[in-house]
């Protein structure tokens, strides 16, 4: 059964870091991987993307510099490491997964259940 469960968020000061993780199972591993957020009371934001392989990755303007998507294959795993986090980050993320080969993908087809970030300040 294809399945993406993300896993690592939590509470944080501003400044500091979290890392999120996304555990897949099915045939995620020639997929592209993104990462989005929705904040209470706005709409669902995309934030970094990464190609099957890793040599690809794309990132929203608001995280550059801050934010790394990776990828281990073999592991089944993405990871989003978030450093300098700020309280506008609060937000519940959300991994996905694409199949059609395209990059940064237009949809996803796979969606997480999400994991709750909360930044203070």
């Known amino acids: 059964q294809a399945r993406l469960v993300e896993s690592g968020g939590g509470l944080v000061q501003a400044g500091g870091s979290l890392r999120l993780s996304c555990a897949t199972s099915g045939p995620f591993s020639t997929y592209t991987i993104g990462w989005f957020r929705q904040a209470p009371g706005k709409e669902r934001e995309f934030v970094a993307a990464i190609s099957w392989s890793g040599g690809r990755t794309d990132y929203a303007d608001s995280v550059k510099g801050r934010f790394t998507i990776s990828r281990d294959n073999a592991k089944n795993t993405v990871y989003l490491q978030m450093n300098s986090l700020k309280p506008t980050d609060t937000a519940v993320y959300y991994c996905?997964?694409?199949?059609?080969?395209?990059?940064?993908?237009?949809?996803?087809?796979?969606w997480g259940q999400g994991t709750q970030v909360t930044v203070s300040s």
């Open positions: 996905a997964a694409n199949g059609d080969g395209h990059f940064p993908p237009d949809e996803y087809d796979y």
